[in-house]
């Protein structure tokens, strides 16, 4: 019994001693001042003094910890400020999670990281100094933080997620030069008012779903559901973006305008920002499906380099009245455009492919030039009562025509659907009172009923761009139809009582090449088969105007010596063409 005793008491002796000590984790008092609590935490010293100043020094990174296993977390309440000294690189996890007497932080000037939940419910810091060095702020690191106000840093930061969640009274963060933003980042953060992230790429939910007080935010790409229903943001600065995600600023309802160089628009990307007046977005390739559905303010849409456009995109923007930078569209999505009653001018070039399900359906003031050379689908109602639409119809490589799609145009002429049209639907044509005769090529074997009708009484088009209602006569002037002999167009003239005319099957001239002399004239003697054929006019153009010029008769004149081609093309719609040699000596 005496040896138990004598072990208890010894061993209790050395417990004494070693608090007695002021040593924590194999430190001894020589290293730090006489009266601190100190120790070791792997290569690097620190201390905690009278005053509540705790110190750490050495060179690399300080280890990582699990929630209170830091070597000094039975002194959590007595430390009110940290310095971390010069040499050190990384603050590690929980190093200081709940050492909540702490005021103020300095990071020194070596500083690169700091680990997850480095200083989470730290609730009385009020003052951090971030050096330059500082590069990744990791998930949590300073959660619940509750008296920071303010944030600023030069470093090109990476922020994890959450890492200045429910910091309440921050009101200011400049992180100008900062890389990355995660999601949550400051979410429930009621008091901020600003953000300047620079170009920072900002993750889902930066600033959570509750805010009320964000009213700018300047920032880089935004990733899905970045700014997500801010409804109190009315400045969004994101010129240095490469993209805006899915519903990147879905909500922002106080929004009046975007100023952007991203590339791509996602879907529904600002989906119920109903304050947008005006957007730029100078580079952008692509818009997402519903990217400005139904934003009733948006008056003027400016682009630079538009290849594609996205169903519902820009549907029911009963304000939008300009439109710039689309003509290098290259595919139109279904409903793009629907219902844009004040839109007043679009134009396109030859490189338009694809023109979607009711596209322009109800634009009735728009005006402008679409190049159909190189469209092969058209789809239903595509410019349904597009009444002030004076395109041409120039089609060559169309394949199909949807129902509807030019019914009411009475602006719109042309006449051929070009060789590879296939299919046309019902009322496609009708009311395009313009429009003399149709060619419709051999192939073309499926063509709707009403097609060629003129006489358009009313169209209704409902709010989200469908046909629902037409009133139309059969009797009057219909659109003649221009093909051969023997082929579905001319029994469809027949069984609508249209008029049919022969089309042109080829052209002929009396020589394949021809020399002239400068200054000098030929006459290139042309016909056309079948004779009967009811348009016969060609149209002559040159390959090179410094070789030799052709007027509408088929004159040419010799300008400089060379070669050159002069192509020779039928007028009916029927795109027959025969191309001559002219050399010029």
Same mark, same amino acid.
């Given at each position: ?33 006489? #009266? ?53 690189? !990384? ?22 990281? =700091?680990?997850?939940?480095? %200083? ?43 890492? %200045? ?38 993750? @889902? ?7 009320? @007080? ?16 801010? @409804? ?33 628009? #996602? ?12 957007? !730029? ?5 692509? =818009? #997402?499906?519903?990217? %400005? ?36 569209? !290259? ?234 081609? =002069? ?19």
């Amino acid at each position: 019994m005496k040896k138990i005793i004598s072990l208890i008491m010894t061993t209790l002796i050395l417990v004494s001693a070693f608090f007695m000590s002021a040593t924590v984790n194999g430190a001894t008092d020589k290293n730090f001042p006489t #009266g601190t609590v100190s120790g070791s935490c792997g290569d690097l010293y620190w201390e905690i003094d009278d005053q509540g100043v705790f110190t750490i020094v050495g060179n690399g990174p300080m280890e990582d910890f699990d929630n209170y296993t830091a070597y000094w977390y039975l002194y959590d309440a007595d430390i009110k400020k940290v310095v971390i000294g010069d040499g050190i690189t !990384r603050i590690g996890s929980y190093a200081f999670d709940n050492c909540y007497n702490i005021t103020e932080v300095d990071f020194g000037s070596t500083v690169q990281s =700091i680990g997850v939940e480095a %200083f989470r419910d730290c609730s009385h810091i009020n003052n951090i100094v971030f050096s330059d060095s500082i590069k990744n702020i990791e998930d949590y690191a300073f959660y619940n933080c509750s008296s920071i106000e303010h944030l600023r840093t030069t470093s090109p930061l990476t922020v994890g997620k959450y890492a %200045f969640s429910r910091c309440n009274v921050l009101k200011h963060v400049y992180f100008p030069n900062s890389k990355s933003i995660g999601s949550y980042s400051f979410s429930r953060c009621p008091s901020l008012v600003d953000a300047d992230f620079g170009k920072a790429t900002l993750n @889902s939910f930066v600033f959570g779903t509750r805010e009320l @007080s964000v009213k700018t935010v300047v920032a880089g790409s935004l990733k899905d559901k970045a700014l997500y229903n801010l @409804s109190c943001l009315r400045t969004a600065n994101i010129i240095n973006a490469d993209y805006i995600g899915y519903r990147a600023l879905y909500g922002c309802n106080n929004l009046t305008s975007v100023n952007s160089y991203a590339k791509t628009v #996602g879907k529904e990307a600002l989906l119920l920002c109903t304050s947008v007046k005006e957007i !730029r977005f100078h580079q952008a390739v692509s =818009i #997402g499906d519903k990217a %400005f559905y139904e934003l009733h303010r948006m008056e003027t849409a400016e682009f630079g380099k538009l290849q594609s456009v996205g169903n519902y995109a820009f549907a029911k923007c009963i304000r939008l009245s300009t439109i710039t930078g689309v003509s290098n569209l !290259r595919k139109i999505g279904s409903y793009a455009f629907a219902g844009d009653t004040a839109l007043k001018k679009v134009s396109t070039s030859s490189r338009l492919t694809t023109v979607g399900d009711c596209a322009f359906s109800n634009c009735k003031y728009m005006t402008g030039s679409f190049n159909f050379a190189n469209v092969t689908s058209l789809g239903a109602s595509a410019f349904a009562n597009c009444q002030k639409l004076s395109a041409t119809l120039n089609f060559t490589k169309v394949r199909t025509i949807g129902k509807q799609a030019f019914l009411g145009c009475k602006g719109v002429k042309g006449n051929t659907l070009g060789k590879s049209i296939t299919k046309v639907g019902a009322y496609a044509f009708m009311g395009c009172s313009k429009v003399k005769s149709l060619y419709f090529p051999t192939g073309c074997k499926s063509i709707g009923k009403n097609v060629l009708v003129k006489k358009l009484k009313g169209v209704n088009i409902n709010e989200n761009g469908s046909v629902t209602n037409i009133s139309y006569s059969t009797k009057g002037k219909k659109i003649a139809v221009c093909s051969n002999k023997g082929t579905k167009a001319q029994a469809y003239a027949k069984k609508n009582k249209a008029k049919f005319r022969l089309a042109v099957k080829s052209i002929k001239t009396n020589k394949n090449s021809y020399t002239v002399k400068r200054n000098r004239l030929i006459t290139i003697k042309t016909t056309v088969n079948p004779r009967k054929a009811v348009n016969k006019a060609v149209a002559y153009t040159t390959s090179n105007k410094k070789v030799a010029i052709v007027n509408g008769n088929g004159t040419v004149k010799g300008i400089g010596k060379g070669r050159c081609s =002069i192509l020779i093309k039928s007028k009916d719609g029927s795109l027959k063409t025969k191309s001559v040699t002219v050399t010029v000596k």
